[in-house]
């Protein structure tokens, strides 16, 4: 299986902040690189897909860059209602494997 | 817009089967595959397998051929079947709509399944 690991596993910020996250696979994944948000209780919502994608309907301050086995997600000015955890996914290769997630918390 | 809707029961025995459907609505089914995702409490995503309109499958190996995933499209719905449970398969389970560029971009709002005697 591709492990994927994700740093920090949580992050403390504030509100108006640059937050970077970062995603590891185990081995090269080309673009197929996906990021989550999830708020507590809440499904998983799609931000960025192939890498660099920004989903239809997310903010732009949400970007993500990288290709083979590095990748980040970057939140510029960070908002109240982004406080929440976040994953990246990579579908590659089955099977299907996520991060560990990254929390991001109010400072 | 894409609806997804899981339902069947939020508590089951352990070594028996977990049954669980998901109904897809204002899209159509016979594109795109769909997809089993859970997420233990308090912990991470884990992939289940998924299902083409064709009938077309993976699992994940980790589940040691527990799963099978079944479709239907004439109903519009897929569902999941994981035998042999136990406490560890106690999660929050998701179905998820894999779009074109393999992203996991509609979700249902998931089930909690509780497996308790």
């Known amino acids: 299986d591709i492990q994927m690991t994700q740093s920090p596993s949580s992050l403390s910020a504030s509100v108006g902040d640059r937050v970077t996250i970062t995603c590891r696979a185990s081995q090269n994944i080309n673009s197929y690189l996906n990021w989550y948000q999830q708020k507590p209780g809440k499904t998983p919502s799609l931000l960025i897909y192939?890498?660099?994608r920004l989903q239809s309907g997310v903010p732009s301050r949400f970007s993500g860059t990288g290709s083979g086995t590095d990748f980040t997600l970057t939140i510029i000015s960070l908002q109240p209602e982004d406080f929440a955890t976040y994953y990246c996914h990579q579908s590659y290769d089955t099977p299907w494997t996520f991060g560990q997630g990254t929390r991001v918390e109010i400072k | 817009q894409v609806h997804l809707q899981e339902s069947g029961p939020g508590l089951v025995k352990p070594s028996e089967t977990l049954s669980l459907t998901c109904t897809v609505s204002?899209?159509?089914?016979?594109?795109?595959?769909w997809t089993w995702i859970r997420q233990p409490p308090g912990k991470g995503l884990e992939y289940i397998g998924y299902?083409?309109?064709?009938?077309?499958?993976n699992y994940n190996p980790s589940l040691k051929g527990r799963v099978t995933i079944s479709i239907d499209t004439s109903q519009k719905q897929f569902s999941l079947e994981l035998s042999s449970v136990s406490a560890s398969d106690t999660a929050v389970y998701y179905c998820a709509r894999r779009g074109e560029v393999a992203m996991l971009d509609y979700w249902g709002q998931g089930i909690l399944v509780t497996v308790s005697s």
């Open positions: 204002g899209g159509s089914i016979s594109t795109y595959y």
């Open positions: 192939a890498a660099a």
């Open positions: 299902i083409n309109y064709s009938g077309s499958t």
